[in-house]
């Protein structure tokens, strides 16, 4: 009987999606699952906007920047890895991508310096709250038209932004299209047809007058950067509405990272209700640092015995502490098997239908950090590769 793998997603999926709490060991499965795309002839995109940025870490590289970072193949081959493909590395820079959407779509050269300068754009861009969750929609959505990928791996940030980012394209076209907005727009234009335009200028004008009674330069600068960014909120929206429908394509697989902790079990449950209630797949969950039971506990005489018998010599306590450790490793495989039941249990009444995939990565003495551990979870998690 084969072991459950993520072969499939890997093969049949353009964007692979890993969602979880903080702490589970999310951002080494996403660099695991890309590194088997790679060995699997892929053309992979690993993109992270978890603030930790440990991804780097994993794949031997120094830091992690904005821009597209390949991993050397001589990496790989120091490694004695046969990778086919190539994998490359992408930290979300949440300015750098709001700079790259403004210069796209500013109707001119003239109006992309205005916003790009203005100091009201320079606190948006970097300090807003849900500007790192709209830029990543941003960043995915232009990733994902690059043709140069095969695959997309994002490493999302923890569970409560991460609904905040799959949340994202609702929120912005819900915030167009509320009624607050559209009592806005028709008490500024008397025809009652919808027009962000008349509204930005409209509002520029009084913050204008209002800035000439307090000379108030910030005003100044609010007005100036309404009119300007009032150009990109109709191609805002389409991409919006655009990354909604992708999110719930069959183009997108959702991976649920948990560890067998209670809470994180909670937590991951939780946002797979709130995936199945937004229409999005749970396709697969990973567990990670899975105690294992040991085959057999032997007595303190049986450990005595096979180190004699192979003339290694320890302090006189040593039988007993191995024989300790070991007990211990076993009461902590048995608690895992116990809460993972809870899990099981809730795969086990999917309501859209067989069971989603669960794979399981065993505790490891220490945290990943060389290509040779993260290639041995890719072999965990997709064994063909």
């Not at 994993?58 to 821009?67: F, I, K, Q, V």
């Not at 209002?210 to 309404?226: C, D, R, S, V």
Request: charged share 25%; hydrophobic share 45%.
């Amino acid at each position: 009987m084969s072991l459950p793998s993520l072969d499939a997603l890997i093969d049949e999926r353009r964007v692979v999606l890993c969602v979880g709490c903080g702490g589970v060991g999310k951002t080494t499965v996403a660099a695991a699952l890309a590194l088997a795309g790679a060995r699997r002839g892929k053309r992979v995109l690993c993109l992270t906007i978890d603030p930790a940025r440990r991804l780097a870490n994993s794949l031997g590289l120094d830091r992690m920047t904005g821009e597209a970072q390949r991993v050397e193949p001589a990496l790989f081959q120091r490694a004695g890895l046969d990778v086919q493909g190539s994998l490359t590395v992408m930290m979300l820079d949440t300015k750098r991508t709001f700079d790259e959407l403004v210069t796209r779509h500013a109707s001119s050269t003239a109006a992309r310096d205005k916003i790009l300068e203005n100091r009201l754009y320079q606190y948006v861009s970097t300090s807003l709250a849900g500007t790192q969750e709209y830029m990543a929609m941003e960043k995915l959505l232009s990733v994902k038209q690059d043709s140069h990928y095969d695959l997309i791996v994002l490493d999302t940030p923890p569970t409560s932004n991460a609904l905040d980012f799959l949340d994202a394209p609702e929120r912005i076209t819900e915030a167009i299209d509320s009624a607050a907005m559209r009592w806005f727009i028709q008490a500024f234009e008397s025809s009652g047809k919808f027009s962000l335009n008349l509204v930005a200028k409209s509002v520029a004008l009084v913050l204008r007058g209002i800035g000439k009674l307090t000379g108030g330069g910030f005003l100044e600068q609010m007005a100036e950067f309404i009119t300007e960014l009032n150009d990109l909120f109709g191609g805002f929206k389409s991409r919006a509405a655009e990354v909604a429908k992708a999110f719930r394509s069959t183009e997108f697989a959702y991976v649920l990272v948990t560890s067998p902790a209670p809470m994180a079990i909670r937590e991951v449950l939780f946002f797979a209700e709130r995936l199945h209630d937004q229409g999005m797949a749970r396709d697969a969950f990973v567990v990670n640092r899975v105690h294992r039971a040991p085959r057999s506990v032997a007595t303190e005489g049986e450990v005595e015995a096979a180190l004699a018998q192979h003339g290694i010599r320890l302090g006189q306590d040593a039988p007993a502490r191995l024989v300790r450790a070991v007990s211990e490793e076993q009461s902590l495989a048995e608690l895992d098997r116990s809460h993972l039941s809870r899990l099981d249990g809730a795969l086990a009444n999917n309501p859209d239908g067989s069971p989603p995939t669960r794979v399981n990565i065993p505790a490891l003495p220490s945290d990943v950090h060389d290509i040779s551990t993260l290639a041995g979870i890719s072999r965990l998690l997709a064994p063909g590769s």
